[in-house]
């Protein structure tokens, strides 16, 4: 199994409904576009990622939504050394089709009272569902590390909640530590990378909002 050396993950850059929640009213999420400053994060990014890939083979997997194929663009990866897939199961969680804003900021209160995890949106999806999409995603990566001349590095472009659950999924972490932690930020780099005892670390971790409150022992 040629397992990658780095899994990197990223959010994408700043985007039309990161500044105004009303947009969603009037555009569909997955077309939301980056904004100018969304454009120059992804570009940041991609300094460092070139930095980072240098020559290397790179095994993109990009969600479907519009902001996250103009991330991936800005990064001027060289298209040479690169396999880009569209994956849908990277997607952001889905809130509903057209979205009032009263309503969803309405629905965000309850969700932070009942918990992200678990909260459904009344048209769309709980955090557990994002999880349940992106463990499948995850079974088929790992499916494709058993090809011998797999790429040393793997790139994802998706979405914040995305990140986090990956990487709740990978590690095993336990809801109670999921919901104790904040989204990156636009643009924001999390990496993990393969060590000489054969498990991979997470080269830096999310930012807390409170401590864990789990229910029972786990371990």
Not at 203 to 208: A, G, S, T
Request: net charge negative; aromatic share 12%.
């Amino acid at each position: 199994m040629a397992r990658p050396r780095r899994i990197v993950l990223v959010r994408h850059g700043e985007s039309t409904g990161n500044i105004d929640d009303s947009v969603y009213e009037r555009e569909p999420d997955h077309a939301l576009a980056l904004t100018e400053r969304g454009r120059r994060q992804a570009e940041e990014t991609g300094t460092q990622l070139r930095e980072l890939f240098g020559r290397e083979r790179v095994s993109v997997y990009v969600s479907p939504y519009r902001r996250t194929h103009e991330t991936l663009h800005a990064f001027h990866l060289d298209p040479e050394r690169i396999r880009v897939r569209e994956e849908p199961r990277l997607r952001e969680q889905d809130w509903g089709n057209w979205q009032d804003r009263d309503d969803v900021r309405l629905q965000k209160a309850y969700r932070d009272a009942y918990g992200h995890f678990f909260y459904r949106f009344a048209q769309g999806e709980s955090g557990a569902d994002v999880y349940d999409r992106v463990g499948g995603f995850l079974e088929s990566l790992f499916r494709s590390f058993e090809a011998p001349d797999h790429p040393p590095n793997v790139l994802i472009v998706t979405h914040g909640l995305a990140m986090r659950l990956f990487c709740m999924r990978w590690f095993h972490w336990t809801v109670a530590e999921f919901e104790s932690l904040s989204n990156p930020g636009n643009g924001e780099v999390r990496m993990l990378v393969l060590g000489d005892d054969g498990k991979y670390v997470l080269d830096r971790p999310f930012e807390r909002w409170r401590d864990p409150e789990p229910y029972g022992i786990t371990g």
